[in-house]
Nanobody, 112 residues
Framework: QLQAFGGGLVQAGGSLRLSCAAS????????MGWFHQAPGKQRDVVAT???????NYTNSVRGRFTISRDNAKNTVYLQMSSLKTEDTGVYYC????????WGKGTKVTVSS
């Protein structure tokens, strides 16, 4: 019910836009989040957005990433700019707080 798209290989300083389609049931009533799992590390939330589009970011991405949602399309987006090598990893979306059921993530690789 959750599938992220838009990852790829990008040079440091570049940009990517991720998208994630969710089921209408999950999307409409929940705060949604984007999560980052760097190689060999745990999965951490990096950005959240409420149903009213109030956003919150972890310090590591604030000012560089922008989360948004399209309620008509049940889709949440993550615009990633000024990418750094430490942004490399797999990105997932889920409700926040996250459910134990994770969909397919999308891999982002930032080269130096």
């Amino acid at each position: 019910q959750l599938q992220a798209f838009g990852g790829g290989l990008v040079q440091a300083g570049g940009s990517l836009r991720l998208s994630c389609a969710a089921s209408r049931f999950l999307f409409r009533i929940n705060t949604m989040g984007w999560f980052h799992q760097a190689p060999g590390k745990q999965r951490d939330v990096v950005a959240t957005i409420t149903t009213g589009s109030t956003t919150n970011y972890t310090n590591s991405v604030r000012g560089r990433f922008t989360i948004s949602r399209d309620n008509a399309k049940n889709t949440v987006y993550l615009q990633m700019s000024s990418l750094k090598t430490e942004d490399t990893g797999v990105y997932y979306c889920n409700k926040w707080p996250a459910t134990p059921s994770w969909g397919k993530g999308t891999k982002v690789t930032v080269s130096s």
